[in-house]
């Protein structure tokens, strides 16, 4: 049995343009003393956290330099997937807006304005509180403002929804909505992604959302209910990642027992075969409950993980990423 372990030249699964693969063939050719293949490649990344409930997909994306609210619903309804369309997140519910922040807690920092949501008024609203709606067309039933919002803008009607941080008191904070102009700007805004979001839908994009979010650790909310995904990516004439066994696959903290490969409600392993940096090879992605993750030992002083598997030739490979646990 043979042992290929690829080391990870930086966080450059979708952001493809920054990866150094080295072509490794690993039938013939890279062995070293130990007996172990070298193989520079990605490996992981966390991807758009997917509501199992609903089968909405949900990111929260930061420009540089900020963005005001016109251009954040333009830039949000200008992203689909198949039959998904994207929009600025209309939160019509408790257990929605809760998912949101707490699956992205940068949406809501500590200083400055939180992301733009879909909620607005239109310019003949009587009053402040008046005439809410959201962009998607659904009632504006549920609102979670803060203390004194929303209210009259000092520059301008403040005439558009964001999420807030405020004090709940001694050293609580908690995350809630303000209102502020259209013009005014915010360090970004989270996109909501309507339909029945299928794995396939996720793959599409996922390169899009990711080339957003920078380097740097990935990170990881152990409350979530959402999906990991790790790539490995095939390696023009060396390593073929569509020899990868998924029911072989695990992601954890390399000590047994890792998270094995998620399934889907048919009980068929969540793995697929796109080419994500479209060099005309099939790369390999596979989605893991965060749920199985933590169950396996996830913990806040998490700091990487750990991909391991065979292929369907008898050959073991791991892989590792940097990750930050929340």
């Known amino acids: 049995m043979r042992h290929l372990r690829w080391s990870v030249a930086g966080l450059c699964i979708v952001a493809l343009a920054a990866c150094d693969s080295t072509p490794v063939d ?8 130990t007996g172990l293949m070298a193989v520079t490649a990605p490996v992981l990344g966390a991807v758009p956290v997917l509501d199992g409930v609903t089968g909405h997909l949900y990111d929260a994306v930061a420009p540089v330099g900020g963005i005001n609210w016109t251009d954040a619903r333009e830039a949000a309804e200008a992203l689909s997937s198949g039959s998904c369309q994207g929009y600025l997140a209309s ?34 609203a009587s009053s402040a509180d008046a005439d809410w709606t ?45 209102d502020l102009n259209q ?39 152990m409350k979530s209910q959402g999906k990991i995904a790790a790539a490995v990516l095939s390696v023009a004439d060396g390593f073929d990642a569509t020899t990868i066994d998924p029911a072989t696959v695990t992601l954890g903290d390399g000590s047994d027992p890792d998270a094995p490969v998620a399934g889907n409600k048919h009980g068929k392993l969540m793995v697929s075969w796109p080419d994500l940096d479209g060099d005309g090879l099939q790369d390999a992605l596979f989605h893991f409950n965060t749920h199985d993750l933590v169950m396996a030992g996830l913990m806040a002083e998490t700091t990487e993980l750990v991909l391991r598997g065979m292929t369907t030739r008898e050959v073991e490979f791991s892989g590792s990423d940097a990750v930050a646990v929340k």
């Not at 707490?102 to 003949?124: K, L, M």
């Open 26 to 33: 690993p039938g013939t050719a890279g062995l070293n003393e």
């Open 183 to 221: 013009t005014g700007t915010t360090l970004g805004y989270v996109v909501e992604f309507d339909g029945v979001c299928t794995e396939e839908a996720v793959l599409d994009i996922l390169i899009l959302l990711r080339l957003t979010q920078g380097e740097g650790p990935r990170n990881i909310n």
């Open 91 to 124: 939160i019509t519910s408790a257990e929605e807006n809760e998912f949101i922040w707490s699956n992205f807690p940068a949406v809501a920092p500590f200083i400055g304005n939180g992301y733009w949501i879909g909620g607005y008024q239109p310019e003949d």
């Open 134 to 178: 959201w962009v998607s067309g659904e009632p504006f039933v549920y609102a979670d403002w803060a203390e004194g919002a929303p209210a009259e803008g000092g520059l301008g009607d403040a005439d558009a929804a964001h999420f807030v941080r405020v004090n709940t008191g001694g050293f609580g904070t908690e995350a809630r909505w303000d």
